[in-house]
Nanobody, 122 residues
């Protein structure tokens, strides 16, 4: 079983910075993509950023230039450095990992973290 545990959320003032971490643990062969989604109250869950196992990244337009995603493959951990935070960034942030369970060419399965709250305060 694969578990994802997020950390680093909380309250932050507009214009401030915060770094989220998400560590994957359990029994698996490898992780392909990792990333972050977020969901604000009353809205759908949307992709924030993703990163492949080779380091290619993808960002939502709303966070480009402000957020940076990175990962440590040795630690099976993905990070989201958030800067110049805006009230619109308030949401529950969910990390995910596309995991190959047993072999290199197994179809990856997606696992999710439990979500972590990020709240901007004025």
């Amino acid at each position: 079983q694969v578990q994802l545990v997020e950390s680093g959320g909380g309250l932050v003032q507009a214009g401030g910075s915060l770094r989220l971490s998400c560590a994957a643990s359990g029994s698996f062969f490898s992780i392909r993509d990792m990333g972050w989604y977020r969901q604000a109250p009353g809205k759908q869950r949307n992709l924030v950023a993703s990163i492949t196992d080779t380091g290619s990244t993808n960002y939502a337009d709303s966070v480009k230039g402000r957020f940076t995603i990175s990962r440590d493959n040795a630690k099976n951990t993905v990070y989201l450095q958030m800067s110049s935070l805006e009230p619109e960034d308030t949401a529950v942030y969910f990390c995910y990992a596309d995991v190959r369970l047993r072999r290199r060419y197994d179809p990856p399965q997606t696992y999710w973290g439990q979500g972590i709250q990020v709240t901007l305060i004025s």
